[in-house]
Each structure stands twice: as structure tokens, then as C-alpha cells.
Nanobody, 119 residues
């Protein structure tokens, strides 16, 4: 069974940095795309950053120049977050478009990791 597990969230002061990691496991043949989304209380979940298997990246305007997404391995993606702001506070979720062993592609979500930025 395919799973995405995030780590690296926590509490940081404004201006600080955090690095989130997501590891995919299970019966995976390939990963087409991985991304990070976030959801603050009372708000809709939004795309933060994504990266394709070919290394093409896409960022939300609000994080451009501060956040960087990378594929550390075929099954691991990281999000380096610098110059954090209180408005970055949210639950961050890993997401992947994954092709399973034996065929079939599906979109998967991790359980989320909390990032809290204090003023």
C-alpha cells in the first residue's frame, strides 16, 4: 500500500527556516509528480510547490524566492522554507501522483505536518 509520510514541521520564529521531507513507500513503480500543499485554519488547501519527475518546478507566488522544492531521491521530496512569515503557519501536506506496481495511477496524500511561525 502506497504511503506518504511527512516530517520536519515545528515551531519557528519569523525569519527562520524549516525543512520538510516526504518519503513515499509501498508498491511504487514510478512517481510522476510530488508537491506540497498547505491549509491554514478556516482556509482552503492551497498548492505551495510541486516538482515533476523531470525536475520542473512550480511555486505559489506567495513563497517564490523563499521556498525551494527538491527531489532528494526517486521517492523523497523536500521543501526548504526560508524567511518564514507568520502567514506561512499551516498544516503542510505532501501529495504525489504515483504509478503503482502492477499498473494504475493514483493521487496520494500524506497525513500532514504542522508548521507554526511566531511573530
Amino acid at each position: 500500500q502506497v504511503q506518504l509520510v511527512e516530517s520536519g514541521g515545528g515551531l519557528v520564529q519569523a525569519g527562520g527556516s524549516l525543512r520538510l521531507s516526504c518519503v513515499a513507500s509501498g508498491g511504487i513503480f514510478s512517481i510522476r509528480r510530488m508537491g506540497w500543499y498547505r491549509q491554514a485554519p478556516g482556509k482552503q488547501r492551497e498548492l505551495v510547490a510541486e516538482i515533476t519527475s523531470g525536475g520542473i518546478t512550480n511555486y505559489a507566488d506567495s513563497v517564490k524566492g523563499r521556498f525551494s522544492i527538491s527531489r532528494d531521491s526517486a521517492k523523497t521530496v523536500s521543501l526548504q522554507m526560508n524567511s518564514l512569515k507568520p502567514e506561512d503557519t499551516a498544516a503542510y501536506y505532501c501529495n504525489g501522483d504515483i504509478v503503482r506496481l502492477g499498473g494504475g495511477a493514483q493521487n496520494y496524500w500524506g497525513q500532514g505536518t504542522q508548521v507554526t511561525v511566531s511573530a
